[in-house]
């Protein structure tokens, strides 16, 4: 596979909105509902789970609960709340761990995702697919988030691959920016037929 004349060796994949739909909203009701104010809690609450001190390791589960206790009242339990917390809110998106298989054949891939810790368990447990991968990256372990320059500096230097022959996959056009600036090629995702597309017009192997 060639991307404006430079072989592409390793594919870099978000994870949320790539491989996997999701939707937080669910973890935000289910929390604000348990909350003085539910309507204004869900409001405030917005994006929670991607707070960058959640999702770099910075906060605990534990220190997130007496947060929203104290802010909002938060009536659950902590065993309750975490329980909220895990219920899985995503499910893989039709066909892409069939392409994701194909592709591990022929080229290097790399998961690299912004995901709080103990989600990131239920996410295991419940994608064996993502086993086809030669490095699983995500930013509770690395202290650091997309689109943080220094993030996409680590794949280069782990894969030991200039980013000229690294492409980046991720629905959040922000994220694919920054993987740009830093020479890495870019898609940004919207659909699996449209990325499937994509990858036949650069030459991809299997697809």
């Given amino acids: 596979m060639r991307i404006a004349g430079s072989e592409i060796d390793v594919i870099v994949f978000d994870l949320f909105g790539v491989l996997i739909s999701f939707d937080d909203d669910l973890v935000i009701e289910r929390l604000a509902r348990h909350c003085d104010d539910p309507a ?18 910075q906060s605990s589960l534990p220190r997130v609960h007496q947060r929203l206790a104290e802010a909002e009242g938060l009536k659950l339990s902590y065993t309750e709340f975490e329980a ?9 998106i039709p066909g892409m761990a069939e ?28 994608h064996p697919e993502l086993d086809c991968f030669e490095a699983l990256l995500v930013s509770c372990d690395l202290g650091m988030a997309k689109p943080d320059p220094e993030i996409y500096r680590h794949v280069s230097r782990l ?31 919207r659909t699996l037929s449209a990325f499937r597309e994509e990858l036949r017009q650069s030459g991809a192997t299997g697809v």
Avoid at 43 to 57: E, F, M, N, P, V
Avoid at 99 to 126: G, K, P
Avoid at 159 to 188: I, K, M, S, W, Y
């Fill in 99 to 126: 392409l994701v298989e194909t592709l591990s054949r022929h080229y290097r891939l790399v998961l690299l995702s912004n995901v709080d810790r103990d989600y990131w368990r239920v996410v295991r447990t419940l």
């Fill in 84 to 92: 909220a917390w895990l219920e899985p809110y995503s499910q893989a």
């Fill in 159 to 189: 894969t030991g691959t200039e980013p000229a022959r690294c492409l980046f996959v991720d629905d959040t056009q922000l994220n694919v920016d920054a993987a740009r600036e830093l020479g890495f090629h870019g898609h940004t995702f």
């Fill in 40 to 57: 204004g809690a869900f409001q405030r609450l917005d994006k929670l789970t991607a707070s960058h001190d959640i999702i770099t390791g």
